[in-house]
Each structure stands twice: as C-alpha cells, then as structure tokens.
C-alpha cells in the first residue's frame, strides 16, 4: 500500500492487546489516514488502553459485533474503507478449551463476515486496497527440541483457539485464490508488554507476584515459547501493511525462546528487586500445577523472510522489554486492579480452582 494516500482502514479488535498498539502506531504516524476502530468490548477490549489517542481527529470508535452480519456489511457500506487490519478475535488457549464454540463463532464467522463485507464493498476493484489478517504460530502446531516455524510449514493446529485461527486463515487464502481479494496474513509468537489482559502468562505472574498469591506454572514448566515485545509487532505490521506483498505469509517472531519455568523465575528476581523484597522471595510462590490438555510443547519462529525481504528486525532486547512491562504494571495498577475486579474472579476461580 503506498503511504501517500489518505487512506480509512477499519481495524478490528483495536481496543485488544495488540490491537490497542497497532491502533496508537497508525493514529500516531499517519495523520493523514482515518483509523476506525471497531471492537465489541469483550472481557478483553478495553477502551482505557488508548486514553491517550482517543481525542485524535484521525480516530473513531466503534463498538459492534464481527459476528453480526447486517451490522458489518452496513458498516462497510457506510464507511467504504480502503483497507481492514483485522485483529478482532478470541485470543486465549485456556478459554477455548472451556468454550469452543465461542471461538469458531468469533475467529472464523466473524472473519468470513469481514471478508464478504470487504469483498462486496470493493467489487472487484481492487488497486490499493487490502485485507490484512493477523494470526498466530499456533497454526503450525507444536515443535520438538529442535526446528523452526517458516512460512511452508503444513498447519497442525491442536487447540481449538489454533484451530479456529487456522480456520480463519484458510478462509483468507480461500478469498483470495477464489475472488483475487488482496490479502496479507502475519503469523507470530507471543506477544508480551503494556495493556496485556492478565489471563496470559506474563501478566498474570506480575499480578500474582505483586499480591502474594500463588504462581500456577503448568505442568513441569518445560514448554517453550518464543517471545515479542508488543510494540515491535506493530511496527512489523505498519511495515507489512505498507511495504509487504499482496498474497504473501510473513512469519513473525522474536528470536527469543524461553522455558516457562526460566520466564517466571526472572519475572520473580527482577520483582523482587523492584518490590525490593529479599532475593528469592516470590520465588517461594512458584506452584506446579495440573497441566493444560493437549499442552503445545514449544513454539519457534522462523522470522528470516521478514528480516531479509522487508529489512524487519525487533528493536528491543527481552531484557529490556521485560523491564518496560513490569514498570508499566506496576506504575498502572489502577488499570491492572481496574480489569481484574469482576468477571475475571469468576474466570480465574474456574481455570484455576482444582489444578
Ligand atoms: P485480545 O484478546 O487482547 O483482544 C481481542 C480484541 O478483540 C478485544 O478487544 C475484543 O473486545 C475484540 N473482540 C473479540 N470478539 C469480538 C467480536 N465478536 N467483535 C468485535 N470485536 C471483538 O487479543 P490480542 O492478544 O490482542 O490478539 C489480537 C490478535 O492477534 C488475535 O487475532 C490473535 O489471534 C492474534 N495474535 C495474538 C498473539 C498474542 O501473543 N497475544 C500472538 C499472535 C497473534
Ligand atoms: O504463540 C502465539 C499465541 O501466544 C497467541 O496466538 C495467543 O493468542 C496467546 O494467548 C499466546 O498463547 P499461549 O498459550 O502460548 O500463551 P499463554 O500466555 O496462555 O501461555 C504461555 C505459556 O505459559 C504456555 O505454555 C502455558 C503456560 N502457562 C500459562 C498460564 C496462563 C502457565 O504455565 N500458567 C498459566 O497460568
């Protein structure tokens, strides 16, 4: 997509994790182009994650449902969007397997919903627009001790979250090779930094070690995983969305492979330190315990295409983006104790009660 245009993108799912950062990048960068955000504010979307942008005149919100046919192909009609950057959907592992359902509804009907209402809406007429969808490593399934994601790796899904993204995925291709849709699809690693719902590892062993309260580290903590500073997602998908090549898969990864035990160990030492609590403090509240179904045991990208095609390299050390997010936590526990009141207790009880 060339950057000189005044360019409407929707983006889905922008007031998520990384929706939120992928919103903040493209209001913040391009004055020029109008950025919609449309989210159905599930437990996840939160529109305190982009207080700061929120006033932009390049911005709007929108809340409504992916999976709500009529109200999507009204949306397009209305706004004719050039491009969609299409992030909206259910995210966490744990959940799908209390939920399937939920999750084929939201990740692969609410895609199809999108695609249809894109497709209808440019007609054929296809120069300068696109349809960028992001998914996950998940897709590949898991990896042994040794080995890489790349962009030929065959789909293996083995949750019903990876499942339903790899659903959605294929549905993307299928628009493409099918209708000609231009297309694009990132999939990447772990993501961790600022705004992330505390249901996923990082943030819930910050909350859990600020509060004293046990570290559930599933099973012997020897699943690995390769992790990426959020904001350097976002710069590779500003880079893809402008620079990548329509009809391609780019991988995104962040050279950075850990066990989880070894991750909450040094989240417990650097919190130690910052909490300034005696050194091996929170390391007390490590509990192993009953572990995931169908667990994945490591996941590893392959992020050379990206690196060599379109120049993409993160910009930040883990160390130093680990230490970015503790601080932000810990300086933002109005926003952390803010998510974590209400529906998230009844979550946490039933993931966590009888492990
Ligand atoms: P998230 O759960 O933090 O955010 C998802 C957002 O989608 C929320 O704001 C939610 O309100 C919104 N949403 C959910 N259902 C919706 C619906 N029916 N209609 C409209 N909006 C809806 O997720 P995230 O971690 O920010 O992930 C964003 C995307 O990136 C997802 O597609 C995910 O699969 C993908 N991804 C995530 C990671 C990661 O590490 N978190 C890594 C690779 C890819
Ligand atoms: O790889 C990309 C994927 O990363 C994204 O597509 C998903 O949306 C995102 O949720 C994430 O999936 P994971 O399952 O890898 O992330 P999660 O934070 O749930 O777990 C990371 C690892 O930590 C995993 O091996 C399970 C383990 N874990 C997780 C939780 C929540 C624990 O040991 N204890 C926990 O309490």
Redesign the pocket.
């Known amino acids: 997509m060339e950057s000189n245009k005044n360019f409407k993108i929707l983006v ?8 939120s950062h992928v919103v903040r990048r493209f209001v913040t960068s391009y004055p020029d182009y109008s950025i919609v955000n ?5 437990y ?3 529109l305190e994650n982009l207080r700061d942008i929120e006033k932009m005149p390049n911005y709007q919100f929108i809340k ?4 709500n046919m009529t109200f999507v192909n009204a949306l397009f009609k209305e706004h004719e969007f050039d491009a969609v950057i299409h ?6 592992v744990d959940r799908s397997i209390q939920d399937p359902l939920s999750f084929v509804t ?1 990740n692969v009907v ?1 895609t199809v919903n999108i695609l249809n209402a894109a497709l209808a809406t440019w007609k054929d007429h296809f120069e300068n627009k696109l349809f960028y969808h ?4 998940e897709v590949y399934g898991s990896l042994g001790e040794s080995g890489y994601f790349t962009e030929s790796t065959s789909y293996d899904p083995k949750s019903p979250y990876s499942a339903s ?1 790899a659903g959605s995925d294929h549905f993307v291709r299928s628009y493409e090779n099918t209708y000609a849709l231009p297309v694009v699809i990132t ?5 961790y930094g600022p705004y ?2 505390p249901e ?1 590892l990082l943030p819930l062993m910050i909350h859990n070690i600020r509060n004293n309260k046990p570290l559930p580290v599933y099973g012997t903590g020897e699943n690995i995983r390769d992790w990426l500073f959020v904001k350097d997602h976002a710069d590779a998908i500003d880079l893809v969305f402008h620079s990548g090549k329509k009809g391609e898969t780019y991988n995104i990864g962040g050279f950075n492979e850990w066990k989880n035990i070894d991750i909450v160990r040094l989240l417990c030492r650097i919190m130690d330190d910052k909490l300034h609590r005696q050194p091996g403090t929170s390391e007390k509240l490590i509990e192993f315990v009953k572990d995931r179904p169908g667990h994945d045991q490591r996941y590893a990208i392959d992020a050379a295409k990206i690196s060599s095609e379109l120049g993409w390299k993160p910009s930040v050390t883990f160390e130093q983006g680990l230490e970015i997010t503790v601080d932000w936590y810990l300086e933002n526990i109005a926003w952390l104790d803010h998510v974590t009141s209400g529906a998230y207790k009844t979550y946490y009880d039933s993931q966590y009660r009888n492990r």
């Open positions: 889905t799912g922008g007031a998520g994790f990384i929706g449309l989210d159905k504010l599930t996840a979307g939160n409504g449902d992916i999976t992030l909206a959907a259910e995210s966490h939201t609410g992001i998914s996950t490593d993204k999939n990447c690693s772990n993501n992330q719902f996923k």
